[in-house]
């Protein structure tokens, strides 16, 4: 038989996050601008590997030079995206982890 739970309890079992009330706008405006530049972090690396193969006369121009290991990563990072991507799902359902 289950149990009902007041609001105080369930407020003891849940999670307390800040971000999300009212208020606290320096707080929230900080951990946007974090999560922002950690994006950035993340997405710089690949857009440096990229810029040689989509903008070539331009990079030729700024001296970049593309070695084969670059186009190597490329490769196998789109492999590697397109295995995860697609085949997931099918993963994740073959084995009821998710109802």
């Not at 800040?18 to 972090?41: H, M």
């Not at 331009?58 to 593309?66: G, L, S």
Request: proline share 4%.
């Amino acid at each position: 038989m289950k149990q009902n739970l007041s609001r105080e309890e369930a407020k003891k079992s849940l999670v307390y996050d800040p971000y999300f009330e009212k208020g606290n706008y320096g707080s929230k405006i900080f951990q946007t601008l974090v999560a922002i530049l950690s994006w950035f972090g993340v997405l710089i690396p690949f857009l440096w590997i990229l810029f040689p193969f989509v903008f070539p006369n331009r990079a030729q121009y700024n001296h970049i030079v593309v070695y084969l290991e670059e186009k190597n990563d490329i490769a196998f990072s789109a492999y590697f995206s397109f295995r995860i991507f697609c085949f997931s799902d099918n993963f994740i359902y073959s084995f009821d982890l998710l109802e």
